[in-house]
């Protein structure tokens, strides 16, 4: 039986960002990976750096976010997952980092009362939080870490000043992304950051002590304060456990999200489809049933990362007529994919590669590619997908090919 990678982050004197990230690069993470990605969401905005110190006597790495730009602006949930769903990154630190950002923008649209797309970002919307946010989940992409839990959380008490004024600790939004989750005062202060909570309540599957498992890397993240007899830092213990029967080491959690709907207009359904997509479903259908008394409908599926489930149910309230949503723990088995680009009938058309162990197991010409170069060249399009299916065998893309070195390492494009 196979094995995957796990990390269990131990949270009991706080948790932010930074202090997670500096961790996972304790632990070994690159941090050319994540200076990429966080460079692919906002170019030439921040420099990040890292130092070696010490907290209460304890060694851990500090890591400091640098701004490149003058004045860099909050930003809206909108926004930064339009910067997420553009941005050359792999599929799984897409999603984890759209998944962080989701819960982030629930939490403060419970807390402020207003829809989630238009919550407007201050602190964990400026540029050091979305370097954390996505330099987090990149650090775990190069660490290859497939499952994530969490211990209790040290939230902290007193008062803490922040963009929307004095405010108690924990502050509203820790509180909220604290629900269901283990979590006790630990100190005083501002111990947990809303980015630090919703990093662990996105993508850890459970809250739990140190599971059993083969040790393979600790790491630890500082703090900016040094706390005498207490020290100010993030732990992470990486290892390998025996995945449950029937896992795949590239098995990942997913919630399915179904709904069964027989009075909604269809024309309104391909907007309520793309509008799912858009909020970082992925994957989105319809199948056609036949309800009670006979009436034809649709059941709406809705595949997506368990920490966009509670988002995109609240999007399927919003725009179908449903009363109610059903939802499934499942796993998922997702194929690597590479791009690469091929010359057609004088122009470029992206083919999807989905390849295991090496070797190719799924081509595919991008449709919209096909559909645009044809519309530019005024083609029929079956006649410039023909082409595109050609040019990829002549190109060494064929089913059960070995992965040319061209396609080795995915561009992460925002594909469909």
Known sequence: MSEHEHVWIDA???VAGDMLLGA???????????????????????????AEVTRAGLHA???????LAADVP??????????????????????????VFARLADAEARVHGVPPDDVHFHEVGAWDSIADVVGVCAALEDLGVTTLSAGEVSVGSG????????LPVPVPAVAQLALGWRIHAGGTGELATPTGMALIRALAARCEDLPS?????????AGSRDTPGRANVVRVILGTGAPAVGEDQRTEPAILLEANVDDLDPRLWPGVLAGLLRCGAADAWLVPIVMKKGRPAHTLS?????????????????????LGVRDT???????????VDVRVAGGTVAVKVGHHRGVIVQVMPEFDDVAELAGELDLPQRQVLAEAAVAAAAAGLTVGAPLPATAASPPGRSRS
């Not at 008062?159 to 004095?166: E, L, M, N, S, Y």
Request: hydrophobic share 45%; aromatic share 4%; with cysteine.
């Open 302 to 322: 809705v595949l997506c990362h368990p920490g966009l489930a509670e988002i995109l149910r609240e999007r399927i309230f919003r725009d179908t007529s449903t």
């Open 12 to 14: 009991s004197a706080g």
């Open 74 to 99: 909050g930003r809206t949930w909108l926004t930064i997952r339009e910067l997420l769903a553009g941005a050359e990154l792999s599929e799984r630190v897409r999603e984890r980092a759209i998944a």
């Open 24 to 50: 996972l690069i304790d632990a070994g993470a690159d941090l050319r990976a994540v200076q990429r990605a966080v460079d692919a969401v906002v170019p030439d905005t921040v420099r990040i750096s890292c």
């Open 213 to 221: 498992m083969r040790v393979s890397a600790v790491g630890a993240g």
């Open 61 to 67: 790495v500090h890591v400091n976010v640098e701004p």
């Open 159 to 166: 008062r803490v000043r922040t963009a929307h004024g004095d």
């Open 329 to 339: 723990a499942m796993g998922k088995f997702a194929l690597a994919r590479a791009f």
